[in-house]
Each structure stands twice: as structure tokens, then as C-alpha cells.
């Protein structure tokens, strides 16, 4: 079945630890993103790419990195994690970098402790 | 600046119809969005609206007025697995998505 795969879908680590959220989609989109989404909270953007070998900082990048080396995957480091980084992260990609009609992962629910 | 706002819980009978509103703000506008979100699952799209008026979709309608900042996602026949988050969001000048905190429908029988 095409769509977008997430891995881990949940995850306790202590803080200081790094971690890689892993994403990965069939559909050969061009753009990726991922989000975090906060109780009470809009989904806020952390970083994203319109292309491989591209990537950009959204609204929330400070302590996360990503890469894009290929279409298809797309994932997020936690260098060093923080208890405020405890959430629910969604991958997401789209056809293009200019719609925002998005398809989303199952999400990896992320506790820092 | 931007910011977009939609009411935070809702309630509604199975059978009846609903409206949920969403206000925005932005100097660059492309379109607006609206998402459906079950209780730990992924935002599914829903709709699009990027001129004014009303777009149907089955039991799901969805209305922009750009002029004023506003849209409207109308849901009809209202069943139980109605019952999720919506997701209201508009896609700025740098085509990036701000998205609303949501609101939570919850439906009666």
C-alpha cells in the first residue's frame, strides 16, 4: 500500500540522547516535511525539502537537523533531546512544494525525560 | 503578521449539521485548507478552497470568503465517526501551510 511509513511510533529516551525519527514515502513526491503537534497547539513546522538534496527550516528548527539524500527518505535527528521536545511528530509529503494538499505518517509519539 | 483561528471544541447530534468556522490573517494568501483528524491518527486532507465560495464534497462542504478572512467547513448528516479534529489551515505567500490549533467535534447520539 503507498503512503508514508514512520519509525519508531513511540519512543521514551532520557534526555541528551540522540535520536533519529526515520520517514519514509512510496509515492515519489517531491516535498517533505516534518511537524510536531503540541496539545492546544497548531502543527508547527520543523524543517522541510521541496527536493532531494534540498532542505529548508520551518517555523521550529532549533535542535533538530534533517537530511534528504534520495526522494524517498526523510529523516529527523534529535542531536542531543530535551524534555521539550516531547511530542507527536508527523512526517508528511506532498507532489509539490507549492500545495498544501499533504499526506501524513502515522505519526512517532516521542517522550524526553 | 498571520494567524488563523478556529473554535477549540464543538458539539453536535448524529443526524444534524455543523459549521465550523475558521478566521485568518496574512498578507500572502494561497489557498485554504481544511484537514480531518481522528483521536491518534494522522490529518487526512478534506478540502481546498483558493477562490471564493462554496466547494461540496458528498456531506462535506467547504466555503471561503477571502475578502473577509473567513471560511467555513459545513459537515451534513452528521454520523458518530464524525467525530474527530478539524484542521483549518491557509498556505502563506511562501507556500508554507500555518495551520490552526483545531477543533474538536464531538458528536451525540
Known amino acids: 500500500i503507498a503512503g508514508i511509513t514512520q519509525a519508531p511510533t513511540s519512543q521514551i529516551l532520557a534526555a541528551g540522547r540522540r535520536m533519529t525519527l526515520r520517514c519514509t514515502q512510496d509515492?515519489?513526491?517531491?516535498?517533505m516535511y516534518w511537524y510536531r503537534q503540541d496539545l492546544g497547539l497548531g502543527l508547527r513546522l520543523i524543517h522541510y525539502s521541496n527536493t532531494a538534496g534540498t532542505t529548508g527550516k520551518g517555523e521550529v528548527p532549533d535542535g533538530y537537523s534533517v537530511s534528504r539524500a534520495n526522494t524517498d527518505d526523510f529523516p529527523l535527528t534529535l542531536a542531543s533531546a530535551v524534555p521539550s521536545q516531547t511530542s507527536v511528530y508527523f512526517c508528511a509529503s506532498s507532489a509539490r512544494g507549492d500545495t498544501g494538499e499533504l499526506f501524513f505518517g502515522e505519526g512517532s509519539r516521542l517522550t524526553v525525560l | 503578521g498571520q494567524n488563523i483561528d478556529q473554535p477549540t471544541e464543538m458539539t453536535a447530534t448524529e443526524g444534524a449539521i455543523v459549521q465550523i468556522n475558521c478566521t485568518y490573517q496574512?498578507?500572502?494568501?494561497?489557498?485554504l485548507f481544511w484537514y480531518q483528524q481522528h483521536a491518534g491518527e494522522a490529518p487526512t486532507f478534506l478540502s481546498y478552497n483558493v477562490l471564493d465560495g462554496l466547494e461540496e464534497k458528498g456531506r462535506f462542504s467547504s466555503f471561503l470568503s477571502r475578502s473577509k478572512g473567513y471560511s467555513y467547513l459545513l459537515l451534513k448528516e452528521l454520523q458518530m465517526k464524525d467525530s474527530a479534529s478539524y484542521l483549518c489551515?491557509?498556505?502563506?505567500?511562501?507556500?508554507?501551510?500555518?495551520w490552526g490549533a483545531g477543533t474538536k467535534l464531538i458528536i451525540k447520539p
Open positions: 509515492m515519489r513526491h517531491n516535498a
Open positions: 496574512t498578507s500572502g494568501f494561497n489557498g
Open positions: 489551515a491557509f498556505l502563506d505567500s511562501n507556500y508554507q501551510l500555518i
